[in-house]
């Protein structure tokens, strides 16, 4: 097949997008397709750029700089994306990128006036999945437990006492509409509160503030309408941060989790709930944490998971048996021609 891989792009997430992009197109020419990469930022890609790029590697420590992005979003194709040569003459295009446009559905809706076949879930999906609080009340809406929340941002004037007896601390706060942990903070002490609203409030006008749920990280990955193995991830910070998710030796992912049969099942059946709320399809992540008395909590679904080398998905599948190769076509298999309201 003649295939295109959107990566790169204009979020805060560039940098991972660029990685697992970079290692989807591999994946796909392995499987012995025929694959060209389109950065919307920058356009189509030489062999050449792709290969400078994978022997430098792209994933920093830390998300690229505010100012780099708005350079970058200030040049971007992506109102055009849909009449490039690449786009409209691909048989699929395989969205591989994360955050902002490329995961909200604004892209998504853009190949859907185009009639481009592309990978993952549809405009509608992705908008209200990568929405944090709308999924968190559709999850509830299908008996998926998620934790109490309320929603702020920069000038809402949420006090310190309505978290304290609504929530209680320690709480997390993190933009409404981010991924990769980008602008999420612990707040243990109330005189912290105010400035992680800020700092979550440089990323998104609506920040979330969640009640804090200690015990273990699991996450499930949804492929078609099959759940993937339960991981689980160690990490070596206090939570799953970029750091920990992008750098080599910074988390321990157990694929299969440590978890009774009773348990594996569970996490996957309330993944299943989850992914079926939000309309999700082709492969999403649905992550959760588990209290010490194995209660689950949903913390988000994730419609364009990580690839790259130390992604939670690709373990996922390489517990299944599966090759990488083998796993990104199984994905484009699943790309649907035709997105009947949004879906």
């Known amino acids: ?26 994946a796909l020419r392995e499987a012995g397709h025929t694959v060209t990469c389109v950065d919307p930022a920058c356009g ?18 830390d998300p690229p700089t505010r ?25 699929v295009v395989f969205i591989a990128l994360h955050g902002g446009e490329g995961e909200d ?17 549809g405009h509608l999906a992705s908008a209200l999945a990568m929405d944090k609080d ?9 008996g998926v437990q998620t934790a109490d929340w309320l929603m702020t941002g920069p000038d809402s004037g949420l006090s310190v006492r309505t978290v304290e007896q609504t929530l209680g601390f ?12 980008v602008g999420l903070s612990v707040v243990k002490e109330p005189g912290q509160l105010r400035a992680a609203i800020a700092e979550a409030a440089l990323y998104d006008d609506e920040v979330m503030v969640e009640r804090f749920v200690p015990g273990r990280e699991l996450t499930v990955g949804v492929v078609g309408d099959h759940a993937m193995p339960v991981g689980e991830i160690i990490p070596k ?12 030796g910074m988390a321990v992912e157990e694929f299969p989790a440590n978890l009774s049969p009773e348990l594996t099942a569970e996490a996957q059946r309330l993944a299943l709930l989850a992914f079926r ?3 999700l399809d082709g492969c999403a992540r649905i992550d959760f944490r588990m209290t010490e008395n194995g209660e689950l909590f949903c913390l988000e679904a994730n419609t364009s998971p990580g690839m790259t080398g130390t992604s939670l998905i690709p373990q996922a599948a390489a517990a299944e048996g599966m090759e990488f190769s083998s796993f990104c076509d199984r994905i484009v298999a699943l790309a649907k021609p035709t997105r009947r309201g949004g879906q």
């Open 170 to 181: 320690p709480v997390v706060v993190k933009p409404s509409k981010e991924g990769s942990t």
């Open 277 to 279: 709320a939000l309309k």
């Open 134 to 142: 709308l999924s968190k009340r559709l999850f509830r809406a299908a």
């Open 44 to 61: 189509e890609m030489t062999r050449a750029e792709e290969d400078a790029m994978r022997a430098a590697g792209v994933v920093r420590k």
């Open 67 to 91: 100012e780099a992005l708005q350079a970058m979003a200030e040049r971007s194709l992506l109102p055009t994306i849909g009449a490039m040569s690449a786009i409209r003459n691909a048989d």
């Open 237 to 248: 910070h206090e939570i799953y941060d970029y750091e920990c998710k992008y750098t080599p």
């Open 1 to 26: 097949m003649n295939l295109t891989v959107l990566l790169g792009g204009t979020s805060s997430e560039r940098d991972v997008s660029l990685a697992s992009g970079l290692r989807i197109a591999s």
């Open 105 to 121: 559905g604004t892209v998504q809706a853009i190949l859907d006036l185009y009639r481009v076949t592309y990978t993952g879930s």
